[in-house]
Nanobody
Framework: QVQLVESGGGLVQAGGSLRLSCAASGRTFSNYAMGWFRQAPGKEREFVATISWSVSNTYYTDSVKGRFTISRDNAKNTVYLQMNSLKPEDTAVYYC????????????????WGQGTQVTVSS
């Protein structure tokens, strides 16, 4: 089992920044690729970013490229999502997740999920 707890969400104006954190406990964190996903009201959960266990590979959905950065600190069992130039359409509940599959954007392949943290971007 891997337990994931997100933090860092909040209310920010358009153009602002937030950094989300996801703290992991349980099984060896460095064995898992990590992903960030989001779900807006009335919409399906969607992929945002993923990072391999070795930190060598990162992938982003097109709408956040150049604005969001995923990173991880295996010594701290934590994955981060730095979000800059936020837009109202980034408003959603953000979830982190862990997978044994290398840096995938496919939701069904993630085994463990956090409870989510709300990000609200005002215009």
């Amino acid at each position: 089992q891997v337990q994931l707890v997100e933090s860092g969400g909040g209310l920010v104006q358009a153009g602002g920044s937030l950094r989300l954190s996801c703290a992991a406990s349980g099984r060896t964190f460095s064995n898992y690729a990590m992903g960030w996903f989001r779900q807006a009201p009335g919409k399906e959960r969607e992929f945002v970013a993923t990072i391999s266990w070795s930190v060598s590979n990162t992938y982003y959905t097109d709408s956040v490229k150049g604005r969001f950065t995923i990173s991880r600190d295996n010594a701290k069992n934590t994955v981060y999502l730095q979000m800059n130039s936020l837009k109202p359409e980034d408003t959603a509940v953000y979830y982190c997740a862990a997978t044994k599959i290398e840096a995938t954007r496919r939701i069904p392949l993630y085994d463990y999920w956090g409870q989510g943290t709300q990000v609200t971007v005002s215009s």
